[in-house]
C-alpha cells in the first residue's frame, strides 16, 4: 500500500486530499482545505507552510503530486500563485518525498476522461472513485483528483502496473 497526497495549491486555499492505493484499489484517507493566515504575503506563504507541514506529518504520505500553474492575465496574481505552489512542493520534499506535478488538463483528463471538465465534474467523478467520502469543497476535491492522477501515472507503482495489465 502507498499513501498518496494530492496538493492543489492557492495562496488564500490549499487543497489537500490523501489516498491509499493498494493494486488497483483506492481508498479516501482525509481531505480538507488550509485557509491562509495572515495580513502580508510572508506571513500567508508562512501559514500556508506551517499548516500543510502538519498534514504531512499526521498522514504520512509516501508520494506526493501538486498541481501545475497555468499562466493567466494577471502577471501579479500568476506570480502569487507560483509562490504558493512553490510551498505546496516545498513540504513534502523536506519530507523527503518526490513530487510529481500535473497539468490540470491531465488531472482532468485523468479522473473525468475529459481534460476541460468543470469542478462540479471534477467532484462527481472523484466520489463515484472514492465512494461515501465528504469533500472538505471544491479545492479538496482537486486535490484528490490530483492525487487519483498521480496514482493512475506511475505515483503510486503499483496501480500503474495493474492498470496497464488490465488494458492490455
Known amino acids: 500500500m502507498i499513501r498518496v497526497i494530492g496538493i492543489d495549491p492557492g495562496l488564500r486555499n490549499l487543497g489537500w486530499g490523501i489516498i491509499d492505493v493498494s493494486g488497483p484499489r483506492l481508498s479516501h484517507v482525509a481531505n ?28 504520512r504520505p509516501q508520494s506526493a503530486a501538486v498541481e501545475q500553474t497555468f499562466v493567466n492575465k494577471d502577471g501579479a ?4 500563485l507560483g509562490q504558493a505552489r512553490g510551498i ?3 513540504v513534502p520534499a523536506q519530507a523527503g518525498l518526490e513530487v510529481g506535478e ?3 488538463n491531465t ?8 481534460g476541460h471538465a468543470d469542478k462540479g465534474q471534477v467532484a462527481h467523478m472523484v466520489r463515484m472513485q472514492l ?3 465528504e469533500i472538505a469543497g471544491p479545492d479538496a476535491a482537486d486535490a ?7 496514482a493512475h ?11 496497464a495489465r488490465a488494458s492490455a
Open 153 to 163: 501515472h506511475g505515483g503510486a507503482s503499483g496501480l500503474a502496473a495493474a492498470v
Open 32 to 59: 480538507g482545505v488550509i485557509v491562509s493566515q495572515g495580513d502580508d504575503l510572508a506571513r500567508r506563504l508562512l501559514s500556508l507552510h506551517a499548516q500543510l507541514t502538519r498534514v504531512l506529518v499526521t498522514y
Open 131 to 133: 465512494p461515501g467520502i
Open 102 to 104: 500535473y497539468a490540470p
Open 107 to 114: 488531472v482532468k483528463k485523468t479522473v473525468v476522461g475529459v
Open 144 to 150: 484528490l483528483a490530483i492525487a487519483i492522477c498521480h
Open 88 to 90: 505546496a512542493m516545498l
Open 77 to 80: 496574481g500568476t506570480l502569487k
